[in-house]
């Protein structure tokens, strides 16, 4: 465990900052919950619902109200002739003398209120909501996808920072040994039992080690900066990750890792959704050849005219909006959404066997990734077993500086090895589940 924690210390202590401890699973519980792409993907669906919402009042009767005030500019007259409303035994023509009638120059409203309930246009609104459902499913398996991808990227990004401050934790050890062979050397020189020359390779390893620490820790703060972005909070913000865990075990059942992919891969499962939407999109064209029949109550108010104008009228009945001739339009428009059926359904079917693909490629890259681990492990412990005899040899002046120099490259690039084997194994492990559409 102490072995573990000291890179973690050490780079806390090279970059001067107190710095949190970041595990891996703290890190997607953080991206899941504040990721900013993923958020966004989130709003969509809101959108989504809001859009299902609002289509869903137009079930409901409509209500609208119209006021219309105005000034006339020219007076309305009309005469009313003799006899015009008849004429009655013991009374007279009704009017009796030709009566005008006058409308002065003065402000009039006209009031106009109505109520409109959808009949048989219930059953187009129905089918297009149904489109607009599946749109909302649709965006609601965007958010799972961009929920994968965020959880993907993190792992790749963690398991580069751990790779990095391991790195740099083996580097320290290094430059301990090599200013411990400087050391050396420089006391050997003065004995006259080496030449200067090993002495300049030895202080050449340790300012090339001294110079790949720099580089590592600009690249470990780089990778700090793009994960803090992916966790939605400040870039600037210190913390250290943990020590790669060993690998574990394959996925040994390939076939049952396909149908799992088939089942839960997004890019799928948004292929179906969207067949089902082309196919509802088409039945809501067809409901267009139904004609619209909506019922009404229509009323109207007048002022400011004469009396014998009627003040108010009212009405019910039902309204119908039909076109019985498109010049076959519709017809071409049935024959457009067909063509999108078909060209979705083929999409689908090359989405299933693209997973495949991809499930067998990251199959097959994670078993040589583990297979590259074991063979980078043995020779870890080959060259530390080889370097332990070489150093006892140099300090019995057995050996020559050169040897141990070589030994310790050898050591350090070993070491190199088994850290990018073992990032690189987590990272296919991650490419691997990704491709399986885990959750």
């Known amino acids: 465990m102490?072995?573990?924690?000291?890179p973690m210390a050490l780079a806390a202590t090279l970059w001067g900052r107190a710095a949190d401890l970041?595990?891996?699973?703290?890190?997607?519980?953080?991206?899941?919950?504040?990721n900013r792409t993923l958020r966004n993907a989130e709003i969509d669906v809101v959108k989504a619902h809001a859009q299902v919402l609002v289509q869903r009042t137009h079930l409901y009767p409509s209500f609208q109200i119209q006021a219309q005030g105005s000034q006339l500019l020219t007076p309305i007259d009309f005469t009313l002739q003799r006899g015009l409303l008849g004429t009655y035994p013991g009374v007279g023509p009704i009017p009796a003398v030709d009566t005008p009638i006058h409308t002065p120059l003065r402000?009039?409203?006209?009031?106009?209120g109505s109520v409109g309930q959808p009949l048989l246009t219930l059953y187009r609104i129905h089918?297009?909501?149904?489109?607009l459902d599946l749109a909302a499913d649709l965006a609601k398996e965007q958010v799972r996808a961009t929920r994968q991808d965020v959880v993907h990227d993190v792992k790749r990004l963690y398991y580069s920072i751990e790779q990095g401050q391991s790195a740099l934790g083996?580097?320290?050890?290094?430059?301990?040994?090599?200013?411990?062979?400087?050391?050396?050397?420089?006391?050997?020189?003065?004995?006259?039992?080496?030449?200067?020359?090993?002495?300049?390779?030895?202080?050449?390893?340790?300012?090339?080690?001294?110079q790949s620490r720099a580089t590592l820790l600009d690249q470990v703060d780089s990778g700090k900066e793009m994960l803090n972005r992916l966790l939605g909070r400040d870039v600037l913000t210190a913390f250290e990750v943990t020590s790669p865990e060993e690998a574990t075990d394959l996925e040994a059942d390939i076939e049952a890792a396909r149908g799992r992919a088939i089942e839960q891969r997004s890019e799928l499962r948004q292929a179906r959704i969207k067949l089902q939407q082309a196919q509802q999109d088409r039945r809501a064209k067809k409901a267009e050849y139904i004609p619209d029949i909506n019922a009404t109550v229509n009323a109207i108010d007048v002022a400011g005219f004469n009396m014998f104008i009627p003040l108010h009228f009212a009405s019910v009945g039902l309204s119908v909006t039909w076109e019985p001739f498109d010049w076959g339009r519709k017809k071409h428009?049935?024959?457009i959404k067909d063509s999108?059926?078909?060209?979705?359904?083929?999409?689908a079917a090359d989405a299933e066997s693209q997973i495949l693909i991809d499930v067998n490629d990251k199959f097959r890259k994670l078993r040589q990734s583990r297979a590259q681990l074991n063979v980078d492990r043995l020779a870890q412990e080959t060259t530390v077993e080889n370097l332990r005899v070489v150093r006892e040899k140099f300090q019995q002046q057995a050996s020559?500086?050169?040897?141990?120099?070589?030994?310790q490259a050898s050591v350090e690039q070993a070491n190199s090895d088994y850290r990018r084997s073992l990032a690189a194994f987590w990272s296919a492990k991650a490419d691997f589940e990704q491709a399986l559409g885990e959750n």
């Open 107 to 112: 402000p009039t409203g006209i009031f106009t």
């Open 22 to 34: 970041l595990t891996l699973d703290q890190a997607i519980r953080m991206a899941t919950a504040h």
């Open 400 to 407: 020559l500086a050169k040897d141990v120099l070589q030994a």
């Open 2 to 6: 102490l072995k573990k924690l000291l």
């Open 340 to 347: 999108a059926i078909e060209q979705v359904r083929n999409s």
């Open 170 to 210: 083996a580097l320290e050890e290094t430059i301990k040994l090599y200013r411990e062979v400087e050391a050396l050397t420089t006391r050997y020189l003065a004995e006259q039992t080496v030449l200067k020359g090993d002495l300049l390779q030895a202080r050449t390893q340790l300012a090339r080690a001294e």
């Open 333 to 335: 428009e049935l024959a």
């Open 127 to 131: 089918q297009n909501l149904k489109v």
